[in-house]
Structure formats: structure tokens, C-alpha cells
């Protein structure tokens, strides 16, 4: 059960990691449309639509994408809380 959560644990904080990136290839349209970038959207946005679905921008600023990882990081800290009581 250990290995379970650790791998589930591990997948989230890399995922994390890809959301970052996606952000921040956001501010760089030309990076975006790499083969990379491509990828990266389809990993990351059907994760990101149901946030912005019920967050509205603040002006120019989204800030669906921190809610968004703050809730995985909530996961994450459920995992490891999990991996001790188990």
C-alpha cells in the first residue's frame, strides 16, 4: 500500500511540475505552439477547464491555474497523511 500512495504521490508532484511549466510557456505564444507545448495542453487543460469554468479572470490575470494546483497540492498532503496512518 506504501508503493501505491508513494507512486500516486510522485504523479501528482509531477504533474504539478507540467501545470508550472504550462503556465508559464503561456507567456511565450511562440513557445506554446511547439510540439512540447502541444503536448503539454492536452495534458494540462482538461485538468485546468473546470476551474477557470467557475473562477473568473481578474482582469488579465488567471488565476484558476494556482487554484488549481493548490488543490493537488491539498491531494498531496491527503496521500502522505494517509502513508501514516496506514
Keep these: 500500500m506504501d508503493f501505491v500512495i508513494y507512486i500516486l504521490n510522485e504523479a501528482i508532484g509531477l504533474y504539478s511540475i507540467l501545470l508550472i511549466i504550462y503556465i508559464f510557456m ?14 503539454l495542453e492536452r495534458i494540462c487543460e482538461p485538468y485546468l477547464e473546470p476551474f477557470r469554468r467557475f473562477i473568473p479572470p481578474f482582469g488579465m490575470i488567471d488565476v484558476s491555474p494556482i487554484v488549481a494546483i ?5 491531494a498531496r498532503g491527503g496521500l502522505e497523511y494517509l502513508s501514516r496512518i496506514v
Design 26 to 39: 503561456s507567456w511565450v505564444p511562440s513557445v506554446k505552439e511547439s510540439s512540447i507545448g502541444r503536448f
Design 70 to 74: 493548490l488543490v493537488l497540492n491539498l
